[in-house]
């Protein structure tokens, strides 16, 4: 359901039918609706009436688990506890540990002791690894085999384990100490013979990540490999949990999204523009606009150092922006190039050199195909040695301009720092700063004072 209209057409039904106590209709009018479209149905109700509707779904934690973060706290401090304590126990580990983390302490006070002794332990486990790890990103959700098993007794086993389990399509062995030792597949499983052990037609070598590995490495690693989830192991070497393909989707999203709000002077955004508050907004471009203020000044101050040159050749103002705009231009886009390279893994550290060399040459050709167009208008605004010093400034800006943009990608990563700060207002402002001065510098040897 994309249509906003239609969603809001059928919000309004479901509430009058819910305020009506009609909920046996309400709940065959989204029957045939998928959760997440159900999910942005019940965000158009109010909050009361989205409830009713909620907690009578068959599939109810599953439309939970698709609200915004904000909605589903506001379910949980407005609503009885005991109801909330029931959906929460049908969520999937994962989900339910991120809901964990958005209550404040009052909310995880009241909904903690309504829940099965198995699920609490599960959720302070789960929320005490570090933000943005394997460990946070992971659910406890999975299935596992042992390797003296035959299948018949490995298909049992499955049929018990699946109702809570996130996926079966890849189940893993672990030994007596839960350390991984193979994975099967279902597929696998099927076409074996009843009688065959686990460990004859099991994969021994598994592609795993460390609970302490960054959730974008996790990312790349599913992506890379192609797979259905990603088992997690501890520092032992033991199974903890697994990373599913979709919530790896979700990261890689959120890390695009992450990188896309730095590359414009935008730190990391939390939740939906739409929703997001004015003051947030406000404290989120603030910084590197202020900060641009001031590395702005650098231009200024080469502007005066250079008055007795503009003054007698003015025609260089005419070209200034056109000028410095160009260098800022192609620095952007180097740096768009480098940034998305290095986050994708396609470059590394030791690549600069060499693509240094690249870029260079074709920074010459691009910056040489600009001069050429400029210097034709340099000449008819001024006059033969106007024309060379534009057509010289253009080549030498350009140059300095795709140099920067590219290397600054590296220097930031170099140090620790995100790529993605090296953001368009930044290289357009370094390269602002430098392209008047080489711009005003080569004037100053050519043209005349006075």
Not at 184 to 202: F, K, Y
Not at 280 to 297: A, E, M, T
Request: glycine share 6%.
């Amino acid at each position: 359901m994309n249509n906003k209209d239609l969603a809001e057409t059928f919000a309004t039904k479901l509430s009058r039918a819910i305020e009506q106590q009609q909920f046996e209709q309400a709940i065959n009018q989204v029957q045939e609706l998928r959760p997440i479209d159900i999910a942005d149905v019940l965000t158009l109700m109010a909050s009361k009436l989205a409830w009713q509707l909620l907690e009578r779904l068959p599939n109810r934690s599953t439309v939970f688990a698709y609200l915004e973060p904000n909605i589903q706290v506001a379910m949980a401090h407005e609503f009885p506890r005991e109801s909330m304590a029931i959906l929460v126990g049908e969520m999937p580990a994962d989900e339910r540990t991120d809901l964990y983390k958005h209550l404040n302490q009052d909310q995880r006070d009241a909904l903690l002791p309504a829940l099965a002794q198995a699920q609490r332990e599960d959720i302070r486990r789960l929320s005490a690894y570090e933000e943005r790890t394997a460990g946070a990103l992971m659910t406890s959700d999975y299935a596992t085999l042992a390797a003296h098993m035959t299948v018949t007794e490995a298909l049992a086993a499955l049929r018990l384990e699946a109702p809570d389990a996130e996926t079966i399509y890849h189940t893993y062995v672990i030994d007596d100490e839960r350390k991984l030792s193979g994975v099967v597949s279902l597929r696998a499983l099927i076409l074996a013979a009843p009688e065959q052990l686990i460990n004859d037609i099991m994969l021994s070598t598994v592609v795993s990540c460390n609970v302490n590995d960054d959730q974008e490495d996790v990312a790349k690693v599913v992506a890379r490999y192609d797979l259905i989830a990603l088992p997690i192991t501890d520092d032992r070497g033991a199974l903890v949990g697994i990373v599913t393909h979709d919530d790896a989707m979700d990261v890689a999203s959120d890390e695009a999204t992450d990188d896309f709000h730095k590359s414009g002077g935008v730190t990391t955004m939390v939740g939906r523009l739409k929703d997001v508050s004015i003051s947030v907004l406000y404290r989120k471009r603030v910084f590197w606009l202020v900060f641009l203020v001031f590395g702005n000044l650098l231009s200024g101050f080469s502007i005066a150092n250079f008055e007795e040159v503009i003054a007698a050749n003015l025609v260089l103002v005419f070209f200034l922006p056109l000028l410095v705009d160009s260098g800022g231009n192609a620095g952007s886009q180097s740096a768009t190039l480098m940034v998305r390279a290095l986050a994708t893994g396609d470059v590394v550290m030791r690549d600069w050199l060499s693509l240094l060399g690249r870029e260079a040459i074709v920074a010459l050709m691009l910056g040489a195909t600009m001069a050429v167009a400029i210097s034709l208008i340099g000449y008819v605004r001024g006059d033969a040695i106007v024309s060379l010093v534009l057509a010289l400034s253009m080549m030498s800006v350009v140059m300095i301009g795709c140099v920067i943009g590219m290397s600054l990608p590296f220097v930031l990563n170099k140090i620790g720092l995100d790529p993605a700060t090296a953001s368009a207002p930044l290289i357009t402002s370094v390269c602002d700063a430098s392209g008047v001065l080489i711009y005003l510098f080569i004037a100053s040897q050519f043209l005349s004072i006075g």
